[in-house]
């Protein structure tokens, strides 16, 4: 059985780069029937913020990937990592290290200055002696110091890291006792059954230094699959600009869950040309495997063509609640059919087309001046009197009906469809975009068109 997990550091927001590795993870367990379980790294007590987890936790409900089993904080598993870090020590696979910060420091200048590789010199690895005073030491494991480091990756192929070019002899625990990222890593990995390790490429330096754990506890490795990183569309890193931000900021700008989990799995993984996956067409082909081995790059207007398309397949009550979280209240609009329907086809993001369902229901404050110079040329208040008239006394209720009252006032004024249709665009919108008059009359009703036209007649004059 698979068992991945996603095992984020609560200092900060959740990125889009940390989300597409949850899905990653989330999608290889579920296709094999395994378990995804979500580990929050806080050791770092002077940088960890419950709010960073929260959000965390937001996002992953939002997104509807749920874990498997509790989640489980490292923070609370400080007797754990104590007990192996005492078994190291009584095998002699680690030791205690009293070299202070001054004479570190003074290490890596002489070694900076010889134009050396900064690491520890082991000036403590078979010490024997006694222990100098007032030093607090730090733990330290025996790393091997010849040799190679292998790491089999299901996305590189074989990395060989030189013992002698990479490593040291690691602090594993520092002077106060507290436990360091890489042995932590690796004991909280191996103790909750982690078997496959989906993470970025970032985290390629780190293996080697884990397998050593490993190594030294005498345990299996798990298979990795290092992801190459998400660049812009110039090939750098990305950016807070380019789309490197709080996940949950996705849902503020309007995208929906489903447009963005296909968005992230198709940045580096891909089906032949299949853009469009539902999360059971994820869950069935996605494989780790196929898994791109160069960075892939991050296109706003692709992830805004696949939230237009899964805006346009939302059946309209799902999308009257979506709207909701926009300050209106459509689930009960009797005419919200006619209005999503329409707007659905236009709105790239559910911001925006909440913005525009407010223009329409919204009587217009004022007016684009541009506009009013444009549409009202000319004599447009007795044409639009005239269709006033003729608007009270019928019983127009379809886009259909205002439009053939349109087209009666077109026909008996003898005027282009434009004279008509420019200034009452305006007037019921106040400026000249938007979707067909038709339906902006037919969604407002005939009391509020009528009002509208008074306004901007009033307005104009």
């Known amino acids: 059985?698979?068992?991945?997990r996603f095992a984020p550091s609560p200092t900060g927001y959740l990125h889009i780069g940390g989300l597409r590795t949850a899905l990653f993870s989330y999608l290889w367990a579920k296709k094999s029937g395994g378990e995804f379980v979500l580990r929050i790294e806080d050791t770092d007590k002077a940088r960890n913020s419950q709010e960073a987890t929260d959000a965390i936790l937001k996002a992953f409900e939002w997104l509807g990937l749920e874990h498997d089993g509790e989640i489980t904080y490292q923070s609370q598993r400080d007797e754990i990592y104590a007990k192996y870090i005492k078994q190291l020590l009584d095998e002699g696979k680690a030791y205690r290290c009293y070299m202070s910060k001054e004479e570190l420091t003074t290490l890596r200048e002489t070694q900076m200055a010889n134009k050396e590789r900064t690491k520890y010199n082991g000036k403590y690895r078979d010490f024997d002696g006694t222990p100098p005073e007032g030093v607090e030491p730090v733990i330290r494991i025996k790393a091997p110091l010849t040799g190679e480091i292998l790491v089999k990756d299901?996305?590189?192929?074989?990395?060989?890291?030189?013992?002698?070019?990479?490593?040291d002899d690691f602090v594993i625990a520092r002077a106060d006792g507290a436990p360091t990222y890489n042995f932590v890593v690796a004991i909280d990995d191996h103790l909750m059954g982690i078997n496959e390790v989906i993470r970025g490429d970032d985290h390629l330096s780190n293996t080697p230094k884990q397998i050593v754990v490993y190594d030294a506890l005498g345990w299996d490795l798990p298979k990795f699959y290092h992801v190459p990183m998400i660049h812009n569309s110039n090939g750098k890193k990305?950016?807070?600009?380019d789309g490197a931000t709080d996940v949950m900021d996705y849902k503020e700008m309007g995208y929906t869950p489903a447009a963005l989990l296909n968005f992230l799995v198709r940045l580096g993984w891909s089906h032949g040309d299949q853009e469009i996956f539902s999360m059971d067409e994820m869950i069935e082909l996605f494989n780790p495997k196929d898994i791109n081995k160069s960075a892939s790059i991050y296109n706003t207007e692709k992830l805004d063509w696949l939230n237009a398309h899964y805006i346009k397949n939302t059946p309209n009550d799902e999308l009257a609640e979506?709207?909701?979280?926009?300050?209106?209240?459509?689930?009960?609009?009797?005419?919200?059919?006619i209005l999503l329907?329409?707007?659905?086809?236009?709105?790239?993001?559910?911001?925006?087309?909440?913005?525009?369902?407010?223009?329409?229901?919204?009587?217009?404050s004022e007016y684009d001046a541009k506009a009013i110079k444009k549409a009202f040329k000319g004599e447009p208040i007795p044409i639009l009197n005239a269709f006033g008239a003729k608007l009270t006394a019928s019983e127009a209720h379809l886009p259909s009906e205002y439009h053939s009252l349109m087209e009666e006032v077109v026909a008996e004024m003898?005027?282009?469809?434009?004279?008509?249709?420019?200034?009452?665009?305006?007037?019921?919108?106040?400026?000249?975009?938007?979707?067909?008059?038709?339906?902006?009359?037919?969604?407002?009703?005939?009391?509020?068109?009528?009002?509208?036209?008074?306004?901007?007649?009033?307005?104009?004059?």
């Open 1 to 4: 059985m698979v068992v991945t």
């Open 154 to 167: 299901g996305v590189k192929g074989d990395v060989s890291f030189q013992a002698q070019d990479i490593l």
């Open 341 to 364: 329907d329409t707007l659905k086809e236009r709105a790239k993001t559910l911001k925006e087309m909440s913005e525009m369902v407010k223009e329409i229901l919204d009587t217009p």
């Open 238 to 241: 990305l950016s807070k600009r």
């Open 414 to 461: 003898e005027i282009g469809f434009g004279k008509i249709g420019m200034p009452l665009r305006v007037a019921l919108l106040g400026k000249m975009g938007g979707p067909g008059i038709d339906v902006v009359m037919a969604v407002i009703g005939r009391e509020e068109t009528m009002l509208r036209i008074a306004n901007a007649i009033s307005a104009i004059s």
């Open 322 to 337: 979506l709207l909701s979280a926009y300050g209106l209240t459509l689930t009960s609009h009797d005419k919200k059919e």
